[in-house]
């Protein structure tokens, strides 16, 4: 996927032209952007080790509700890299025709592999089954997001892409007027929000429940809102949004929102509910869902203005500079919105100060990297998160969304549970270390992240690589 591969429409990775000087390279002259590949990497590598280890270590995890912890950076990143990506994969277009062609047909196979790994057809990497309901699929996902906000801000860049110049005009905000029109469709964007959130009417609701192991398996609840402008998990206007164009049975059935103090007492662990727990705590809310997925957009248009930086730029320092001013701008931002409560940081709802902090998050840790990587030349320190972010749709598939883990599991003896992996956890890492929460960490950063960064590292070796 364009959000963590690196490849252009000419070879299979993410490269860019010297632009410090156009004029003066060769057509097929090309510089790899290496800080970028290391971004995408570390981005998989961080899907990895929440989805992993969030289990024994919650506070890395997804927040309940409000908040921002760990894992509430990796889809932001990932739209933030698949924004950078975008000026550099179309900085010379011969034609818009067939960059259209290009940009939907890697849009419909983000679609496909999204709804086959997250839409419940695929049970790894526990569960040694497959196969899913079609009145109860999940049409809403990771991939599926990433699909929406690349088709958007791809097509924005097809059809607003400025002729190459040598430099910029003098001044800061001349890299801002070069794409006007694309930070006119971002306030757009978050002018529909806004409005959406705020002035959505959400009446009450119903819902079945869908879980076999809960006790209340089929009992209809009703949730009372009959409010508008309400950012609490029951009547939002984000689930109300889904409930109506989804269809409660296609959305995801296990919020994080079911970790949340109103709900369990372990919390942020997993646990058995309260018995005074609202019923709102057993119904189902899509986070990657149609509202937020349009706010999600604003992710990418920040990473595209990244990127046009890199593209018309011409000296690391002004650069860095850019970068390093609007990340702390950004996140700056997002903060005191949320603190002043204004606007609470939800990833869940995708607000505006989420998105804020987010991506100042993103263009500080890419602006590191790359001083790091492109400017002092400290790339072999991380090398494995390089191989992963060149061939990240390999690893996001096998490692993160549990595929392979699923096929070694496949493979047990006597019992379902007595399996490779399950040996290699408790003997190797829990057993040594006597501690379920330190041998699952280990495990994670160990068998999981490195063993897939030399994999990775193979695959590139032989030149093979999985992209859209």
Request: charge should be positive.
């Amino acid at each position: 996927m364009p959000e963590i591969k690196a490849d252009t429409a000419s070879d299979h990775r993410l490269t860019i032209a010297d632009v410090s000087d156009i004029s003066a390279q060769k057509p097929d002259q090309k510089i790899r952007v290496a800080s970028l590949d290391i971004f995408r990497g570390l981005t998989v590598a961080l899907m990895i080790l929440v989805d992993d280890a969030g289990g024994e270590w919650p506070k890395i995890g997804h927040a309940p509700w409000n908040g921002c912890n760990l894992a509430d950076f990796v889809m932001p990143f990932f739209l933030f890299i698949v924004g950078m990506a975008i000026p550099l994969a179309f900085k010379r277009i011969t034609s818009r025709l067939d960059a259209v062609k290009k940009v939907i047909v890697r849009t419909l196979k983000l679609l496909f592999w999204g709804i086959i790994l997250q839409g419940g057809f695929s049970h790894a990497p526990d569960k040694l089954s497959y196969g899913v309901d079609m009145k109860k699929i999940r049409w809403c996902g990771i991939l599926q997001r990433i699909a929406f906000a690349y088709l958007v801000v791809a097509l924005i860049e097809i059809f607003t892409k400025k002729e190459q110049t040598k430099e910029l005009p003098p001044g800061w905000p001349s890299i801002f007027k070069l794409y006007s029109s694309q930070w006119l469709m971002g306030a757009c964007i978050l002018v529909i929000y806004v409005a959406a959130i705020y002035g959505t009417y959400v009446p009450n609701w119903q819902f079945t429940v869908q879980d076999r192991d809960s006790a209340d398996y089929g009992k209809v609840f009703t949730v009372e809102c009959a409010v508008r402008g309400k950012l609490d998990p029951p009547c939002n206007a984000v689930g109300f949004i889904d409930r109506k164009i989804l269809g409660i049975n296609h959305m995801y059935q296990h919020p994080a929102w079911k970790r949340s103090e109103a709900c369990t007492e372990n919390s942020p662990y997993e646990g058995p509910f309260r018995t005074s727990a609202p019923s709102w705590c057993k119904a189902p809310f899509e986070p990657e869902g149609i509202l937020s997925s349009i706010s999600a957009v604003l992710s990418t248009i920040i990473g595209v203005h990244f990127g046009h930086v890199l593209v018309y730029m011409g000296s690391h320092a002004a650069r860095l500079k850019h970068w390093i001013l609007m990340g702390f701008g950004l996140l700056i931002l997002g903060l005191v919105l949320h603190f002043t409560h204004a606007i609470p940081l939800n990833k869940q709802l995708y607000t505006f100060s989420y998105v804020c902090v987010t991506s100042g998050a993103a263009a500080l840790v890419f602006s590191s990297i790359y001083a790091l990587v492109d400017i002092w030349g400290w790339k072999c320190m991380f090398q494995p998160l390089a191989w992963i972010g060149m061939n990240a749709m390999l690893v996001y598939v096998m490692a993160a969304e549990g595929i392979f883990a699923g096929f070694i599991n496949g493979w047990y003896y006597n019992d379902p549970h007595n399996t490779l992996i399950y040996w290699i956890q408790k003997h190797i890492f829990i057993g040594v270390w006597h501690s379920q929460r330190v041998g699952i960490l280990l495990y994670v950063i160990f068998a999981e992240i490195l063993f897939w960064g030399m994999v990775a590292g193979i695959f590139h070796r032989l030149e093979i690589y999985w992209k859209l």
